[in-house]
């Protein structure tokens, strides 16, 4: 279990935007604790000791459910949790020194740590689109399941009453620290499997990724223009490339600075992005260079877009420029025919941009037929 909790320890430093790894570090961390009280406890063993060990078991399975939650991008019953722990551990007093039954309180904690994990349920449910989610999901269902039932299971096959005295030397010991053991086996092969899924997303989404503006980069365009599968839906719809370059951009970065320069290109890519939300995809092909792949439209509603993004960068707000200093942008327009490359489209665009430059800048200028 330690060996578990520094490697998905590891993972989660190694990749800190992975916080599913950190919490499934957490959990191993606490079952490590767990493991470890309950080991080495003996008749004479401090009930202050038990109690710390069963936290630590109830801990190991709410960090599961909540790097389960994480990961599915769900909002953790906080209040829910916390109001049914209040109650559990209410009740795990009386029955260690109101109304002392060792049966009763082995059966609450079990029982507990399984109702803990369930919670993991349903984010994956609603989630398992893919084999490792539905793996996830059923290595849960079944520990949760072993948690609540095993204490049942063993009492009806042993039969024999269970006290303080005799716990620790009982065949419930054993037995309950080899299904332990397989559980939290079981669980970190398919959490790790989990996490090493996570993290091929992760870096393949961050190549395909500007880091500074956070759209698409030139590969991940080009992987979008291969991977568009939508049909052409009339006579008069097109696919567009409109291609934009921000006028005199080198004279904002020699004035003011590159680090106002990237605020600029950052304001720039927020607001493209959110005119062509419901039109298409942006991308920064190059330093203060931007791409729109649109979506099938008539080329009036491409020109309108391209238009209307022109328009629209000149009142855009930069605090750290001169009040009189008004970015504006040059836009090139491509129509892609049904054989086109991605490379001749934006080379047609890229044309018309330049046409659009020398004609005076901050227009929009439409690309000759291929």
Same mark, same amino acid.
């Given at each position: 279990?330690?060996?578990?909790?520094?490697?998905?320890?590891?993972?989660?430093?190694?990749? =800190?935007?992975?916080?599913?790894?950190? +919490?499934?570090? $957490?959990?191993?961390?606490? /079952?490590?604790?767990?493991?470890?009280?309950?080991?080495?406890?003996?008749?004479?063993?401090?009930?202050?000791?038990?109690? $710390?060990?069963?936290?630590?078991? +109830?801990?190991?399975?709410?960090?599961?459910?909540?790097?389960?939650?994480?990961?599915?991008?769900?909002?953790?019953?906080?209040?829910? @949790?916390?109001?049914?722990?209040?109650?559990?551990? %209410?009740?795990?007093? +009386?029955?260690?020194? @109101?109304?002392?039954?060792?049966?009763?309180?082995?059966?609450? @904690?079990?029982?507990?740590?399984?109702?803990?994990?369930?919670?993991?349920?349903?984010?994956?449910? =609603?989630?398992?689109?893919?084999?490792?989610?539905?793996?996830?999901? &059923?290595? %849960?269902?079944?520990?949760?399941?072993?948690?609540?039932?095993?204490?049942?299971?063993?009492?009806?096959?042993?039969?024999?009453?269970?006290?303080?005295?005799?716990?620790?030397?009982?065949?419930?010991? +054993?037995?309950?620290?080899?299904?332990?053991?397989?559980?939290?086996?079981?669980?970190?092969?398919?959490?790790?499997?989990?996490?090493?899924?996570?993290?091929?997303?992760?870096?393949?989404?961050?190549?395909?990724?500007?880091?500074?503006?956070?759209?698409?980069?030139?590969?991940?365009?080009?992987?979008?223009?291969?991977?568009? #599968?939508?049909?052409?839906?009339?006579?008069?719809?097109?696919?567009?490339?409109?291609?934009? *370059?921000?006028?005199?951009?080198?004279?904002?970065? *020699?004035?003011?600075?590159?680090?106002?320069?990237?605020?600029?290109?950052?304001?720039?890519?927020? #607001?493209?992005?959110?005119?062509?939300?419901?039109? &298409?995809?942006?991308?920064?092909?190059? &330093?203060?260079?931007? /791409?729109?792949?649109? =979506?099938?439209?008539?080329?009036?509603?491409?020109?309108?877009?391209?238009?209307?993004?022109?328009?629209?960068?000149?009142? %855009?707000?930069?605090?750290?420029?001169?009040?009189?200093?008004?970015?504006?942008?040059?836009?090139?327009?491509?129509?892609?025919? *049904? #054989?086109?490359?991605?490379?001749?489209?934006? *080379?047609? /665009?890229? =044309? /018309?941009?330049?046409?659009?430059?020398?004609?005076?800048?901050?227009? %929009?200028?439409?690309?000759?037929?291929?």
């Amino acid at each position: 279990m330690a060996l578990f909790a520094l490697v998905f320890g590891v993972l989660h430093f190694s990749v =800190k935007s992975q916080k599913f790894s950190g +919490w499934v570090g $957490l959990a191993y961390v606490a /079952a490590f604790i767990a493991y470890m009280l309950a080991s080495t406890r003996t008749p004479s063993t401090p009930m202050g000791l038990i109690f $710390l060990s069963t936290g630590m078991f +109830w801990i190991f399975s709410l960090a599961i459910s909540r790097a389960i939650y994480i990961r599915c991008n769900a909002t953790f019953p906080v209040k829910l @949790v916390g109001f049914g722990l209040a109650i559990a551990a %209410v009740y795990l007093i +009386w029955l260690s020194f @109101v109304a002392p039954d060792i049966y009763a309180r082995t059966l609450l @904690v079990n029982g507990g740590a399984g109702l803990l994990l369930s919670l993991s349920l349903w984010p994956l449910w =609603k989630a398992g689109t893919k084999l490792i989610d539905g793996a996830l999901f &059923g290595v %849960v269902a079944t520990v949760a399941a072993t948690f609540v039932i095993r204490v049942v299971a063993i009492n009806i096959v042993l039969g024999h009453p269970l006290t303080e005295q005799s716990y620790t030397e009982s065949t419930y010991v +054993w037995l309950f620290q080899l299904t332990n053991g397989i559980a939290a086996l079981a669980l970190a092969i398919v959490l790790l499997v989990a996490a090493g899924h996570d993290m091929v997303l992760h870096f393949h989404a961050q190549s395909h990724r500007d880091p500074l503006t956070d759209l698409l980069n030139r590969r991940g365009l080009k992987g979008l223009f291969a991977a568009r #599968t939508d049909e052409k839906q009339g006579a008069i719809f097109v696919r567009t490339i409109i291609l934009f *370059d921000i006028d005199h951009f080198k004279q904002i970065n *020699d004035q003011y600075g590159h680090a106002v320069g990237d605020k600029v290109l950052q304001r720039i890519a927020d #607001t493209a992005m959110d005119l062509c939300q419901e039109y &298409g995809q942006v991308a920064r092909t190059g &330093g203060e260079e931007f /791409a729109v792949l649109t =979506k099938w439209m008539p080329v009036e509603t491409a020109q309108f877009l391209a238009q209307n993004i022109c328009d629209s960068l000149r009142f %855009v707000v930069h605090p750290e420029l001169d009040s009189n200093h008004q970015v504006t942008a040059s836009f090139g327009l491509a129509i892609l025919s *049904d #054989t086109d490359s991605l490379h001749a489209g934006m *080379d047609r /665009a890229d =044309k /018309a941009l330049y046409h659009a430059k020398q004609n005076g800048r901050n227009q %929009v200028a439409l690309a000759k037929a291929a």
